[in-house]
């Protein structure tokens, strides 16, 4: 939730723009900008803290698909342990082609800066929704 909430922030602050490189953000790694201490509006604290959660829920993620590929109590859950994982890794790579084409944005159109939002913004969607199947799945063969 944190992390929906981060690119909430990121979209609604149209923070994308402010760092349109990756793996660092403008040539820094840790940002000066977080000693300012603000986590709500500043543009480039978020993108830092959107980045940071990413890597945080990837390595989740990762570590729960390794241990749900030893449960093979339901084939509900077998059918769909895998796409947490795959969800977050295309999420990852959509967000950050978003990021190297923020500095492309077409005004009052839809390029590839817009088409890389919305495919970043629909993907959680899907992501949140294939953990809730997986919770689901889980819990009825209890």
């Known amino acids: 939730m944190i992390q929906l909430t981060y690119g909430a922030f990121m979209a609604g602050l149209k ?3 402010a760092a349109t490189t ?3 953000i403008n040539g820094s ?5 977080l000693a300012n201490g603000d986590f709500l509006y500043d543009k480039i604290n ?9 890597y945080l ?18 084939n509900l859950f077998n059918q769909f342990k895998f796409y947490p994982i795959i969800l977050m890794l295309l ?6 082609l978003t990021i190297i084409n923020a ?5 009052n159109g839809f390029g590839a800066f817009e088409t890389f939002a919305q495919i970043h913004q629909i993907i959680p969607m899907f992501l949140l ?14």
């Open 91 to 96: 999420q990852i790579v959509v967000g950050i």
């Open 129 to 142: 929704l294939s953990i809730l199947t997986l919770l689901y799945s889980v819990r009825a063969t209890k």
């Open 22 to 24: 990756w793996p660092s």
């Open 29 to 33: 790694y840790f940002p000066d900008s």
């Open 57 to 74: 829920l990837l390595f989740i993620i990762t570590y729960f698909t390794l241990k749900a590929n030893r449960f093979k109590d339901s």
């Open 103 to 107: 500095n492309n944005t077409v005004r």
């Open 46 to 54: 978020i993108h830092f803290i959107h980045r940071t959660l990413a």
């Open 15 to 17: 923070a994308a723009t």
